[in-house]
């Protein structure tokens, strides 16, 4: 069962499903403990792991540390939705966690979040299950 953004939602309405989402803690710690990939964009730090369904889930985090006011970390959350809503048709299926921890301008945050995506079609296969040869995990320092 194949699921799209566009097929779930009704026409002009900009709700982002519960279905593409990561609601549950225990979807963030299976993406954390079993990571495809691992790899940081910019102010973005990608995961992604293997999911059950036959499409990409994200969930994002944007921690109240490093953005203090929830007018800023909701403004983040709604523009990485947008992003992964264009996006998502053509991602593997995988769950995605990103991980917000900078925000200098609007232009430059737009570039890592294309280019994270751009590398996460690139580097998992298109069934959510293999990474091509050659890719590997990137360790966080």
């Excluded at 985090?61 to 909701?74: D, S, Y």
């Excluded at 995988?94 to 900078?102: A, E, G, M, N, R």
């Amino acid at each position: 069962m194949s699921h799209s953004l566009e097929s779930d939602t009704k026409p002009g309405s900009e709700k982002f499903p519960a279905l593409f989402r990561l609601n549950k803690k225990y979807q963030y710690d299976l993406v954390f403990s079993r990571p495809l990939l691992k790899k940081r964009v910019g102010p973005i730090l990608l995961r992604a792991g293997p999911n059950q369904v036959n499409f990409a889930r994200i969930g994002i985090i944007v921690a109240k540390r490093h953005f203090t006011h929830a007018v800023q970390r909701n403004a983040i959350k709604r523009r990485v939705r947008e992003e992964f809503r264009i996006a998502c048709n053509s991602l593997p299926s995988v769950d995605i966690v990103l991980q917000i921890f900078t925000f200098q301008s609007e232009e430059k945050f737009n570039h890592s979040l294309t280019q994270a995506l751009s590398e996460l079609k690139a580097a998992v296969a298109p069934d959510g299950n293999t990474i091509p040869v050659g890719i590997r995990s990137e360790k966080s320092g």
